[in-house]
């Protein structure tokens, strides 16, 4: 049948306004999914260096960290050493990643330690994990040291993980003998002082009435040492009082005490 053009013109303007507005929804939509396809991924970069930022932070405070930072599995297998625990025990990262903490476990510790840790598993009892304690470690040379050892555990989604935080205490334990050594000994002659003789005494009494045992007290006095001091300095004097406190203790038993009154 016969159409006029004016009506064929008229549809195809139709037909093409209605694919132009197509394209022009599929061109917004490809638009609009490309920005969210990029923006994306900007995201999970932007969140990925997040990550990896946060992980480079804490990798340094752990490798700077002044104390000894050790991770270890369920199988109490090491994951982590730092370089603190690495100058305390004399061992590199890499010699002792992979290996049982037991390397560094003396006697009598050194069987019962992977025992803690899944004893811990089983019934979340602390026994030496959650808590300060003072113990004892080995150096790789055998030495023994004195450590103060707190440990945490949490269980990830791979498996728990535990964190040994270990602080050498040698020092702290050599000033604490200084110190004692300092408050019951005479600090010239280098046997026991008075404050020790009046605390030891009573408790020597109180031992020997309980038992019913014998107890000896000697008492020394220099005769004429005012004398010595005045006539040959207190140089002299001093050097009187060590030579007889030296030659006391060379004469007396493990058992028995000297001591300056």
Request: glycine share 6%.
């Amino acid at each position: 049948s016969f159409h006029p053009a004016e009506k064929l013109f008229s549809g195809a303007k139709a037909l093409y306004e209605s694919f132009l507005l197509i394209g022009i929804i599929l061109s917004l939509l490809i638009a609009v999914s490309l920005w969210l396809y990029t923006g994306l991924k900007l995201g999970n970069l932007e969140a990925n260096q997040v990550l990896q930022q946060k992980d480079a932070l804490v990798h340094n405070i752990v490798e700077t960290a002044f104390d000894g930072i050790i991770t270890i599995n369920e199988r109490a297998i090491i994951s982590s050493f730092n370089e603190a625990a690495s100058a305390m025990f004399g061992y590199k990262a890499e010699e002792v990643i992979g290996k049982n903490i037991n390397i560094i476990v003396p006697e009598p510790h050194h069987e019962a330690h992977d025992s803690y840790i899944q004893r811990y598993i089983e019934t979340l009892e602390p026994h030496i994990i959650g808590k300060p304690r003072e113990l004892e470690a080995q150096h790789k040379s055998g030495k023994i040291l004195p450590i103060e050892l707190r440990i945490s555990g949490k269980e990830l989604d791979s498996g728990w993980i535990f964190i040994s935080m270990i602080h050498d205490i040698q020092e702290r334990i050599e000033m604490q003998k200084d110190l004692e050594k300092m408050a019951t000994t005479d600090g010239l002659t280098e046997v026991f002082n008075r404050a020790f003789f009046t605390r030891q005494i009573e408790h020597e009494f109180s031992r020997a009435r309980r038992y019913k045992l014998n107890l000896s007290l000697v008492l020394l006095d220099i005769d004429f040492f005012k004398a010595v001091n005045d006539e040959f300095g207190h140089p002299a004097g001093d050097a009187m009082l060590i030579a007889i406190a030296k030659a006391t203790k060379q004469v007396s038993r493990d058992i028995d005490f000297v001591t300056r009154y």
